[in-house]
Nanobody
Framework: QLQLVESGGGLVQPGGSLRLSCAAS????????IGWFRQAPGKEREEVSC????????YYADSVKGRFTISRDNAKNTVYLQMNSLKPEDTAVYYC???????????????WGQGTQVTVSS
């Protein structure tokens, strides 16, 4: 059973940066596409980025393109989301998710972490 644990969230001022981590245990992430999602109060969950399991191809939502970077370190069984130039509208709970798939985005993710809060405020 694959388990995912997010970390790295917190309070940051507008324009600041955070790096989220998604650490996996139970199974190796080598064959899993990983997505990062966020959900703000009263809003639908949004997939902000994903990374494939094979060639490392990535996807970014328009709202974060050019500011967020997803990467993976299979040796550490961890996926990262580097978030720069943060805006108040980036405030949300961020979740990572995994699906046994070579490519992304995928239509459904089987495994989810518990989420980490990101708050962007002065």
């Amino acid at each position: 059973q694959l388990q995912l644990v997010e970390s790295g969230g917190g309070l940051v001022q507008p324009g600041g940066s955070l790096r989220l981590s998604c650490a996996a245990s139970g199974l190796t992430l080598d064959y899993y596409a990983i997505g990062w999602f966020r959900q703000a109060p009263g809003k639908e969950r949004e997939e902000v980025s994903c990374i494939s399991s094979t060639d490392g191809s990535t996807y970014y939502a328009d709202s974060v393109k050019g500011r967020f970077t997803i990467s993976r370190d299979n040796a550490k069984n961890t996926v990262y989301l580097q978030m720069n130039s943060l805006k108040p509208e980036d405030t949300a709970v961020y979740y990572c998710a995994a699906e046994y798939s070579s490519s992304c985005p995928v239509t459904g993710y089987a495994y989810w972490g518990q989420g980490t809060q990101v708050t962007v405020s002065s």
